[in-house]
Every structure is written in C-alpha cells, then in structure tokens.
C-alpha cells in the first residue's frame, strides 16, 4: 500500500539530522505542488441572479 510508508515510524537521535529533517520540511510547506487550474468563483447567493440565470439556460435548451 502506497500510504503504508507516511505511517512509519522512525527516530532521529542526531542533531544535524533533526535539523536538516526540520529544514526540508519546512521547504516542502513553501514550495507547494499543486496550483489551482481555475480561480475560485464563490457560490451565487443573490436569488435575482440565480433566477435569471435559470432564465438564461432554459432559453438555451
């Protein structure tokens, strides 16, 4: 199982190997992989705009 190593355990009794542990995990929290394709559109509350868009996609069909 792939998530089988994220859930080992393992110790670290040197201090340079602690801080360099330290330091990677911190440049991983920086350096993000994953980028949103799209931006985000909040959800449309106003129920005047929701009605005219309705409006608008059944003229469509």
Do not use: G
């Not at 998530?3 to 995990?25: G, P, R, V, Y």
């Amino acid at each position: 199982m792939a998530t089988s190593s994220i859930f080992h355990n393992f110790t670290i009794t040197d201090e340079k190997a602690a801080e360099q542990f330290l330091d990677a995990l911190d440049k991983a929290a920086e350096q993000s992989a994953w980028k949103p394709k799209n931006p985000f559109k909040p959800p449309i509350r106003d129920p005047e705009v929701i009605r005219a868009k309705m409006a608008k996609r059944k003229e469509h069909a």
